[in-house]
């Protein structure tokens, strides 16, 4: 069964660091790129960074590029993003998930969350102004 487990999230203030980590399990993991998104209150899911397998090669929204770090260790099934200079509008919750599915070990479909079948609960970010 495939399972992924989300940490980290917390009440920050703005300009804050946070690092949330995705725990995965039930799949080979170091087969599947790994996708984080997030959703604020009365907006629509939002794909805001993804790392391939292979060599991690990494990809992230225009709102968060310079600001946020996507890394992963296969040794402990885990991917973490390190979110720094926070800002308000980074506020939502974030998800991790996956695509245990032959397109599921690139990022070329990072920005749909259709396309993902596999969800961890989430962990909520609030940054404060």
């Known amino acids: 069964e495939v399972q992924l487990v989300e940490s980290g999230g917390d009440l920050v203030q703005a300009g804050g660091s946070l690092r949330l980590s995705c725990a995965a399990s039930?799949?080979?993991?170091?087969?599947?790129?790994i996708v984080w998104f997030r959703q604020a209150p009365g907006k629509e899911r939002e794909g805001v960074s993804c790392?391939?397998?292979?060599?991690?090669?990494?990809y992230y929204d225009n709102s968060v590029e310079g600001r946020f770090t996507i890394s992963r260790d296969n040794a402990k099934n885990t991917v973490y993003l390190q979110m720094n200079n926070l800002r308000p509008e980074d506020t939502a919750r974030y998800y991790c998930?996956?695509?245990?599915?032959?397109?599921?070990?690139?990022?070329?479909?990072?920005?749909?969350?259709?396309?993902?079948?596999?969800w961890g609960q989430g962990t909520q970010v609030t940054v404060s102004s």
């Open positions: 790392i391939t397998r292979g060599d991690g090669t990494t």
């Open positions: 039930g799949f080979t993991f170091e087969d599947y790129a």
């Open positions: 998930a996956v695509a245990v599915r032959g397109y599921g070990s690139t990022c070329r479909r990072f920005r749909r969350p259709g396309d993902y079948p596999y």
